[in-house]
């Protein structure tokens, strides 16, 4: 057979409840990403590795957990520096090294190498130079993107090292707080101001991506590609075009959704007009659950929730943060209408590309991925690809789950939804520091996923032996570095962090 080709397309902050294939009770039909459920694999039980933007797109590309980065908590900004270590293999440079046409278009949000006109001054920037560091240093062999998020300065387009058009302008609102109304601009369509290229247009980014990954298929039809589309929808600025604008029939944001529906079909297209779709592998997912930038009020009154029927949303470690959709389509060899309840994870597309080349990866390569190969080709047993999975929210707060249950090492959402971190007491009442003590129920979290998938009761305090199985299972994948089987490897920077100090009372 031949190699397949692969696009990874990438929602940012698309909730699991936003594909009608999976929500019953969604206000809109997503007509795409139901054929591709239809088509290929659809999974019920997927995350991303972070409830967040760059932690969760560092995990895909590297197979590695975003806390074994230097960023231990939160996420990059567009003037921020590259995350991705220089040596680090990475799924493109892997696929690269086996013969692969690589291309990234799109959000990269993993930082750039800007050249700066005052080294101390990392806005400083000088848009007439070459980048030193992009995604063409980390295996990709064509980028055109921008360095993050559409609501994050700079507003250019970088095309492998150099800006495309130099700024003209400074567009957007001064400052971005979210418990006041401090500019006009802040509402679904936000973007923080700053420099913009003179061929930049906030409404245009998406469609033009979405061109040039056409265009790009076409370049590559004859050899086998690896295209990531990192989208910039649906997140925050949410600017449908007016072809969608209402659409929905709900909100801004629901028409954004649409707009994201239509590119997978617009993709699918241009593969069976080339006569590539039947092996070519597609895979639709979203680095983590939906904002409510999106309002979810809003959209509740058309009776729709973004999050379906877990708790929480984008930046929490509730399953609303990190469980999101995953759709996988491959003619050549994924049965149609296939639907796994197998939980899996994003990290895992680096083993599962290792294991289609047939390869076995390097002990110091993609220590946290697991290849899903087995589950898209029913070939898996009673056992569960994974042992457990880890779980990361914006402030750095841990969560592992192995079976029904799951353990999270915080009192509160660990983000943005009640109880938010600045509300609920995290220090232990008892003051016993002993392996054996009696655990503050409300220390930490313990669900039994099976009985209260809404994370409704904690159960911490019925079930000890549990929470120490658990806790003993993410100390030991911490301190080795890894959670495959290899050689135990080095996490980037300290041995220890703030999020992490817990550690030692329990070694």
Known sequence: MDRPNIIYILADDMGYGDVSYFN???????????????????????????????????????????WRSNLKEGVLFGYDTPLIEDVRTTVASYLKDKGYKTACIGKWHLGFEWMLKNPSDKESIDFTKELINTPIDHGFDYFYGIA?????????YVENRSVTALPNRE????????????????????FRKGPTGADFVHEETLPNFTDRVLNQIEKYQDDPFFIYFPLTAPHTPILPTKEFQGKSGTNEYGDFVLMCDDIVGKIQNKLDELGIADNTIVIYTSDNGCSPMANFPELAQYGHNPSYIYRGHKADIYEGGHRIPLIVTWPN??????????????CDLFATVADLMGDTLEDNTAEDSVSNLPIWLEQNGAEPVREALVHHSINGSFSIRKGKWKLEMCPDSGGWSAPTPQSTPVDNPNGDSSNNRQIDENAIQLYDLDEDVRERFN?????????????NLLIKYIVEGRSTKGAPQLNTGDDRWKQIEWIDEFI
């Open 148 to 156: 993050g998020s559409l609501d994050m300065p700079p507003y250019v």
């Open 459 to 471: 159960v911490s305090h019925l079930y000890p032996e549990v929470v120490n199985e658990l806790r």
């Open 171 to 190: 567009e957007g609102c001064e400052t971005f707080t979210s418990n006041e109304l401090s500019c006009q601009a802040y509402n679904k369509a936000f």
């Open 24 to 66: 019953e009770k969604a206000a809109f039909k997503t007509p795409n990403f139901d054929k591709m459920c239809e088509n290929g694999i659809s999974f019920t039980d997927a995350h991303a590795s972070s409830s967040v933007c760059t932690p969760s797109r560092y995990s895909i590309l590297t197979g590695r957990y975003n």
């Open 333 to 346: 060899s994924i049965r149609p209408g296939i639907q796994s309840h197998e939980p899996v994870c994003l």
